[in-house]
Every structure is written in C-alpha cells, then in structure tokens.
C-alpha cells in the first residue's frame, strides 16, 4: 500500500483492517469457495464488533465518518482475504447504507443502517434482471400503488447476499409512461414482507458463498415510506450508489489480487531451475515487476480518484469519468497480474497448493459485476468528448494543433 501517502491515523486504520482479515478463518474461506458456506454471517458480525463497516458513514449511525481515501486503504486489506468476503462487506455497508443515509428518512436510517453497522443484520441489492444488466433503465420489475402501499412485481438475479440479506434495495418502474431514466423508484424491501423468495441457484466460477442468488418478487407490498428519494427519484439513487459500487470494486480489487503477487514474488525467490533461483530469469523477474507496475499504477488511479471525490470541488462528469477509469483499469491489471503469477509460479499455481487458482476465478467477476467494462469505457469516451469541448471553450489553454509546420493551411483540414 502507499503507506508513505497516509497519515498517522490512517496508518492505524490499516493496521485495524489488516488484523480484522487475519482473524478470518481458514476454514470460512475453503467452505465458501466449496459453497458449505453460502453466507457468513460470523464474519459480518466481527466487521461490526470491530466497527469496520460504514468506513464512510456518519459516526451518529455507527460508521466511521471518514472519506474515500480511508474507505479504498481498508478497501484493499478487506480483499487480501477473500473477494467474496470483500463483496459482501462492500454492499452491505458501503452500498446500500450510503443509499439509505443520502436518500432516505431518519426512520429508515435508525431501522436499517445502525443495526446493519453492527453486524446485526444485512443489506442487498437488486439491479441485475434476468432480461439484462447493462440495460439498467429497461428493466422490468414494477410497482404500482394501492392505497397506501405499492405492490411489486418482478425478478432480479446475481444477487450479491440474496440468501443472507434482511433487506433489499430494489428499483421498479412506478410510472411507465415517463422517459426511461425518470420511472424508477427505489424502494427498501424487507425479507419478512411477504412475497419475497430468494433461491441459491448459481454454479458460480468463482466469488462463492456469498449468497449469490435469484430474488422474486411477487405482490409485495411495501409502504411508500420505504421509498428512497420519494416515488420516481430512482435515478439519483442510482447515479450515486454508482460511485460506492464502482471506486469501492476498484480498491477492493487491488487487495483481491496482491496475495498473487506476494505469492509469485516468494515462489520465484526460491524455486531454482539450471542452477540458480527463477527469479534471475528476464523471463519470470520481469512479469513479476510488471505486475507490481501494474498494482502500482491502479493504486495510484484509485487513490487519486478517491481524492477527487473526497475534494467535493470535482464536477459529476469527470468524477464519473475517473471512477470508470479506475473500475475498468484495476480490473484488467488484476486479471492480468494474476494470469503472469499463475504463470511465473507454473504448473502447480494451476492446483489448489496454492490459492492461486481461486483468486484467478474471482477476480474474473471484476470485469463483469457493478457494470461491465464496455459500459466503463463508453461512460469514459462519453465524459471525455464533454471535457474536450469544454477546454476549447476556456481561455487560457493552449492551441496545440497550432504547433506544426503547416499549420496555417487549413484547406488541408478536411472534416466532411
């Protein structure tokens, strides 16, 4: 970690989290990954004892009070454990009571947020519908009002924590005649309302025992206070629960995938092939340095992400452009530092000696979980294109095109 970059208090918070993931058991982590554990609600509880849930949230509702800097540092050592422990940490008190306390009522914030900071109980969140994912807006599940409740119909899937969760986040169509991005509403949905299945249904590659699972709704009804952002004030839920999805996935990430590099750089400081350790072969010494490049570079992107926002002086735009730079390009660097470890340690990295194998199957969901990276790079292209024409437009910077030989024959500049 950047340890030369925090302060003191900082330093301590690192060190808390670094003890919490190594009380984690063994055990816990081999019985998720062989889904005997389909969620651990013992580690939630511990998180909470320990007061490591809701880095960033108020310390009235049991959190932290702390920003993105110090959420992405505990971010990272929560992953050195398990990505799917880190998952569940990450959506529970970092997703949705971030929603909660942004967009909903006191009474909500009391029932749900501080006991869920406490370990007591659990928070999911229901995005993801069978008939796609990206397609957020054209999601499916709707909400119709009667009397004073409303009543939800649909079905979501790849529910991180489905079969553990207390509560779900949910958002439904509650006037379907609006524009897509002005019909949603985001309702909090309690287990115990009835009409509420879930089902642990998924052979997942990897990421296991976390409760992934299929969530149906039918004819559930809910009061229209467990609204968050009042009825078709879905989208602002959803366009700031972006930032703790996206930036929270990018830290956690790079935790996920160190241990493979701490584990190829002490498997190649010792393994000897024709005489001397692998380490001095270009061949292996070089994927191994570029992997801790690779770390660096997208602990460097988070960090300075996470300043951004932390900044409050950052326009949405580029906030939203930087959080998917830094969702897309840690992404790619774990899967590619795991894939060189796996490599550079070889044969027996490809068995369960070593946890190579596991990690590898994990941080594949990266890529893929809390928008793909295609949706990444089109938010990018989409927000850079923006501040290109909002430079042209400021004094003051400098016309580089202006800066070549030929400049002046603008006839060669053809456009159409």
Known sequence: MFDFVMTKTQERLRDEARAFT?????????????????FPHGYLKEAGKRNLLGIRIPREYGGRGLG????????????????????????????????????GSEELKQEIVVPLLK???????GLTEPRGGSDFFGTTTKAVKKGDEWVINGHKRFIVGAEGADWFLIYAVTDPGAPPHRRLSTFMVPRDAGGVETQYIYGLMGVRGGGAGRLSLKDVHVPERFALNGINGGV?????????????????????????????????????????????????GFKVADCASLLDTARALVYSTCLAVDSGQTGPGRIRRMISQSKKFTSEAAWEVVNKCMQVVGGIGYTNVYPLERILRDIRLSMIWVGTNEIMQLIIQTEWYKEYQDALSRSGVRDVEADSVNAHHIEEKVYE
């Not at 190594?22 to 389909?38: C, G, S």
């Not at 992405?72 to 009571?97: K, M, N, Q, R, T």
């Not at 370990?119 to 969140?125: C, F, I, P, Q």
Request: with cysteine; aromatic share 10%; proline share 3%.
């Open 68 to 103: 993105w800097v110090d959420n992405a540092i505990v971010a990272e050592e929560i992953g050195v454990a398990s990505y799917s422990l880190a998952c569940l940490w990450g959506v529970g008190a970092d997703i949705v009571c971030d929603a909660i306390v942004n967009f």
């Open 119 to 125: 370990g007591d109980l659990y928070a999911a969140e």
């Open 22 to 38: 190594r009380w984690v058991p063994r055990e816990m982590i081999l019985d998720m990954d062989a889904e005997k554990i389909q």
């Open 236 to 284: 602002d839920v959803f366009q700031h629960m972006m930032i703790p999805e996206r930036l929270g996935t990018a830290a956690m990430t790079i935790g996920a995938v160190r241990p493979a590099l701490e584990i190829a750089t002490g498997y190649t400081s010792r393994r000897k092939a024709f005489g001397r350790t692998i380490e001095n072969f270009q061949a292996v």
